[in-house]
T-cell receptor
Framework: NAGVMQNPRHLVRRRGQEARLRCSPM?????VYWYRQLPEEGLKFMVY????????ESGMPKERFSAEFPKEGPSILRIQQVVRGDSAAYFC??????????????FGPGTRLTVL | DQQVKQNSPSLSVQEGRISILNCDYT??????FLWYKKYPAEGPTFLIS?????DKNEDGRFTVFLNKSAKHLSLHIVPSQPGDSAVYFC?????????????FGKGMKLTVNP
């Protein structure tokens, strides 16, 4: 059973370009979370999606960032017109469902974005 | 405004001894607490968790203690092994907003010396 997959693992963009990060959740998982880790910081929540729905985007910057989780295919985190401050590790996590007790989130290996 | 705090950035212990990792939180709405272990260039790996209605959970060499009145939890690893060397993140589940998003501390680097 493959784990959470993210690609690319490393992505280099110049300022002003677009970055697309992909996440394939674990088989059978329909809940996806995106987190960002800046250098020397902990992971910070960005967005929570279920298939075709954004449930909680309270951690997403208001501009340039968007996320989707279509009916078919991976979840996509898109960053338009990247700036140097977007350089970070972006982690995706998936879970089977919400409920009691807590449903564990399984993390992917991350995408390291470098903006030149 | 950091809701989950790991105040010690690093800890070094001898193999076979106990490692104690501490974590404090401020939000009384957190309903579940987790510890994740992370190696460089990898994603976090779940280690152990505890519900807010419990005060202790044990799994092999790992035990997590929760003191709700003090808003404090700790992870005990005994005996510590060199393979335990990694960065450990304390996290809390925030049920607000319709999600169970995790709020992470900044992490603590544990080094276990042979």
């Amino acid at each position: 059973n493959a784990g959470v997959m993210q690609n690319p693992r490393h992505l280099v963009r110049r300022r002003g370009q677009e970055a697309r990060l992909r996440c394939s959740p674990m088989k059978g998982h329909s809940h996806v979370y995106w987190y960002r880790q800046l250098p020397e910081e902990g992971l910070k929540f960005m967005v929570y999606l279920q298939k075709e729905n954004i449930i909680d985007e309270s951690g997403m910057p208001k501009e340039r960032f968007s996320a989707e989780f279509p009916k078919e295919g991976p979840s996509i985190l898109r960053i338009q017109q990247v700036v140097r401050g977007d350089s970070a590790a972006y982690f995706c996590a998936s879970s089977h469902e919400q409920g009691v007790p807590y449903n564990e989130q399984f993390f992917g290996p991350g995408t390291r974005l470098t903006v030149l | 405004d950091q809701q989950v705090k790991q105040n010690s950035p690093s800890l070094s212990v001898q193999e076979g001894r106990i490692s104690i990792l501490n974590c404090d939180y401020t939000n009384s709405m957190f309903d579940y607490f987790l510890w994740y272990k992370k190696y460089p260039a990898e994603g976090p790996t779940f280690l152990i968790s505890i519900s807010s209605i419990k005060d202790k959970n044990e799994d092999g060499r790992f035990t997590v203690f929760l003191n709700k009145s003090a808003k404090h939890l700790s992870l005990h690893i005994v005996p510590s092994q060199p393979g335990d060397s990694a960065v450990y993140f304390c996290a809390a589940s925030d049920p607000g907003g319709g999600s169970e998003k995790l709020v992470f501390g900044k992490g603590m680097k544990l080094t276990v010396n042979p």
